[in-house]
């Protein structure tokens, strides 16, 4: 089996400003993804971007990717899966070809390399169904939502209630640390996850998943201080 690991990193966030470049332990973290791709030995490494500065700076290590693919204007607000259709279709005309495709994100900082060796192990493991990283959602949250209600007079009034009874069972979301699916199937859907997926669990501090500054103090504390338990 022939295996292709890409990292796909977006110039521009929606939510947090130049996500991809902020840096833990020395590294950005579209560098820290290289690495734990490289490190996990699983396959050929692709990173894929819009953005011209981050294609030259991984071109000047390129001991970190085997390709590196620059995205045509357009795909800046196109979702990541679509970068990686892209890159996939890239390497055909040139004629390199794949049977799995692994994609880890660099919003997953904390992920390690054993992390990806551990999820391929499982793909391989179930029939090379799709698969991807899960964490737990801890607690059981009771959502709530608002609704503006018009009196006469054009006054409005804000109502606050539950959207949803509090949870009563355990709840996973998917991380972006790691998503494993055959090329073919991949392709076809253009979709990270149909209406089943394999899990590939991870606790709570490796499967940190940055979207908000948030998210990244709370990593880069995490990393700094060692306090990595499982």
């Not at 796909?8 to 020395?26: F, M, Q, T, V, Y």
């Not at 709530?144 to 009196?151: G, H, S, Y």
């Not at 959207?163 to 090329?183: E, F, H, Q, T």
């Amino acid at each position: 089996m022939k295996n292709i690991i890409i990292v796909p990193a977006k110039a521009e966030s929606k939510r947090l400003k130049d996500k991809n470049w902020l840096k833990i332990g020395g590294e950005t973290l579209f560098e820290r993804a290289l690495y734990r791709a490289r490190g996990s030995g699983l396959g050929e490494v692709a990173f894929v971007s819009d953005s011209p500065v981050m294609v030259e700076r991984v071109e000047k290590k390129n001991f970190l990717s085997d390709y590196v693919i620059d995205l045509p204007e357009g795909y800046s607000g196109k979702r990541a899966v679509n970068s990686c259709v892209y890159a996939l279709e890239r390497l055909k005309r040139a004629g390199e070809s794949f049977d799995n495709i692994i994609v880890t994100l660099p919003t997953s900082p904390l992920a390690t390399f054993q992390n990806l060796q551990e999820a391929y192990l499982l793909f391989a493991n179930n029939e090379r169904n799709v698969l991807g990283s899960f964490t737990e959602v801890k607690g059981r949250p009771k959502l709530w939502t608002n609704r503006n209600i018009l009196f006469p007079g054009e006054t409005v009034e804000i109502e606050i209630k539950p959207i949803l009874r509090p949870l009563s069972r355990l709840v996973w979301k998917d991380n972006g640390a790691v998503y494993i699916s055959n090329v073919s199937h991949f392709v076809i859907t253009q979709e990270w996850f149909g209406n089943w997926v394999v899990p590939y669990f991870m606790n709570e501090i490796y499967g940190i998943d940055i979207d908000t500054q948030l998210d990244y103090l709370m990593a880069k504390t995490i990393y700094e201080t060692k306090e990595m338990v499982d």
